[in-house]
């Protein structure tokens, strides 16, 4: 088996290299786990978010992943938007704020971008 025909390679105890089929298969397996916790009403994730994220980019081709990500990770929306983004009122999206990640702050719920999104993926696929 050539280095191409790998679907990863491990460096060392903290380090893996994915390629290929690899880099899909496990983006949908932590997007299952992430829907997952948010069935069973458990707090997101960030790491999980984040390696979603780099996951993504990764399969879009981007080399750049170091930097872009810190910029759009944990990036805070309104109800109002979200209520836009997944086509519900903002009441609505009120009851669902603490599964997107939501929390309270100064009297006004403030989501994450990231969970919204993929809620909004998890309903209209």
């Known amino acids: 088996m050539t280095n191409e025909d790998q679907l990863f390679h491990l460096i060392d105890t903290n380090a893996i290299v994915l390629q290929g089929a690899a880099v899909e298969a496990v983006r949908e397996a932590v997007m299952l786990a ?6 069973e009403r458990l707090p ?4 999980l978010n984040s390696l979603v994220e780099v996951l ?5 081709g981007q080399s750049d992943i170091g930097t872009g990500m810190e910029e759009h990770a944990g990036e805070q929306i309104s109800i109002e938007e979200a209520a836009t983004m997944l ?16 929390q309270l702050v100064g ?3 403030l989501l ?4 919204v999104l993929e ?3 998890d309903h209209h696929a």
Not at 34 to 39: E, M, N, Y
Not at 44 to 47: A, F, H, I
Not at 56 to 60: K, L, P, R
Not at 89 to 102: D, E, F, M, N
């Open 119 to 121: 809620h909004s993926g």
């Open 56 to 60: 993504n980019m990764s399969a879009a």
């Open 44 to 47: 997101e994730s960030r790491t």
């Open 112 to 115: 994450d971008r990231l969970a």
């Open 34 to 39: 992430q829907r997952r916790r948010r069935r």
């Open 87 to 102: 086509k519900l009122s903002a009441r609505q999206v009120r009851r669902i704020a603490p599964q997107l990640g939501g």
């Open 107 to 109: 009297g006004r719920w």
